[in-house]
Nanobody, 119 residues
Framework: QVQLVESGGGLVQAGGSLRLTCAAS????????MGWYRQAPGKQRELVAR???????DYADSVKGRFTASRANATNTVYLQMNSLKPEDTAVYYC?????????????WGQGTQVTVSS
């Protein structure tokens, strides 16, 4: 069974930083796209950032220049370094990964981690 386990959320003041980590575990042969989405109260889930296995990244316009996504392929781990945080970054952040398992390629989600930015 594959699991995505997130950590690193919390409460921070505006202008501060947080680093999120998501590790995929289980019977995994590898992962293609790994990334982060977020969902604020009353809003739809949106893409924040994603990283290919080759290290190419894609960011939402709202976080460009402030957030950096990276990954460690050897451990199927993806990171999100969040700097210059703003109150509008407050949301539940979800890890997402396209994982190669014994049952083929499947899409998985983490349980979510709360990020709260106070003004």
């Amino acid at each position: 069974q594959v699991q995505l386990v997130e950590s690193g959320g919390g409460l921070v003041q505006a202008g501060g930083s947080l680093r999120l980590t998501c590790a995929a575990s289980g019977n995994i042969f590898g992962a293609n796209l790994m990334g982060w989405y977020r969902q604020a109260p009353g809003k739809q889930r949106e893409l924040v950032a994603r990283v290919t296995s080759g290290g190419n990244t894609d960011y939402a316009d709202s976080v460009k220049g402030r957030f950096t996504a990276s990954r460690a392929n050897a451990t199927n781990t993806v990171y999100l370094q969040m700097n210059s945080l703003k109150p509008e970054d407050t949301a539940v952040y979800y890890c997402n990964a396209d994982v190669h398992t014994t049952e083929g390629w499947k899409d998985y989600w983490g349980q979510g981690t709360q990020v709260t930015v106070s003004s």
